[in-house]
């Protein structure tokens, strides 16, 4: 079965400090992969994507994912945390035939001043 | 440009009574997506749409509801007969073709209260 998970509710990361949120997924063929992030009373924003290509990808905000074949993963990861990047993200991916996005169950990113 | 519209965005109801939620995508996409938003759950993908078709409804209820997206107007999911466990934020997203590789586009959801 198609899935993603986020194995964190939440990450408490100090400003400044680099953060990681993991996501792992499991998907027949080929992944597509997102990283959404959702700000309080908002819809999701899109922040970076993995198709193909370089494993490292770069997105908005300063936000990057690197994406990892063997380990099934697709972690996001900032160099430097800002409290402005407090919120809930999302990892997801495209289930391929069955043409749809589904969605990890978030991570609550808190960034401590 | 608009984004993807959703109304309302605050809709209180008692149980029993019925909920429509509204969503236009943005323009030039004929594709639909309706996510349901639980505390602690994530997103729940509901059903996919194009105009005048259910593509994939493989996530919604069996029984109250409903989705369309007809030739003309906005998508809507209807839910009939509201209980409190209905009470969540419904997400409306849309894309140009097919989600594939194309980033979906969300509106700001519209949040049931079912007192």
């Known amino acids: 079965a198609q899935s993603v998970a986020q194995p964190e509710d939440q990450v408490n990361v100090a400003e400044g400090n680099p953060l990681t949120v993991k996501c792992t997924y499991s998907?027949?063929?080929?992944?597509?992969l997102f990283w959404y992030v959702q700000y309080p009373n908002r819809g999701l924003q899109f922040l970076l994507k993995?198709?193909?290509?370089?494993?490292l990808v770069k997105g908005s905000y300063g936000f990057e994912a690197e994406f990892n074949k063997s380990q099934t993963s697709f972690h996001l990861k900032k160099p430097s945390a800002l409290v402005s990047d407090s919120a809930l993200y999302f990892c997801a991916v495209w289930t391929g035939r069955d043409d749809k996005i589904i969605f990890g169950k978030g991570t609550r990113l808190h960034i401590l001043p | 440009n608009a984004g993807v519209m959703q109304n309302p965005r605050h809709l209180v109801r008692r149980r029993g009574q019925e909920a429509r939620l509204r969503c236009s995508p943005m323009?030039?996409?004929?594709?639909v997506y309706w996510y349901r938003q639980l505390p602690e759950e994530g997103l729940k993908f509901m059903v996919y749409?194009?105009?005048?078709?259910?593509?994939?409804e493989s996530g919604m209820p069996k029984e109250r509801f409903s989705a369309e997206f007809p030739k003309e107007g906005p998508s809507i999911l209807r839910i009939q007969q509201v209980v409190r466990g209905d009470s969540a934020a419904y997400f409306c997203?849309?894309?140009?073709?097919?989600?594939?590789?194309?980033?979906?586009?969300f509106g700001a959801g519209s949040r049931l209260t079912v007192l």
């Open positions: 749409l194009q105009k005048e078709n259910i593509i994939d």
């Open positions: 998907v027949s063929g080929n992944p597509y």
């Open positions: 323009k030039g996409h004929s594709h």
């Open positions: 997203a849309s894309s140009p073709q097919g989600s594939g590789a194309n980033v979906l586009t």
């Open positions: 993995y198709i193909t290509g370089d494993n």
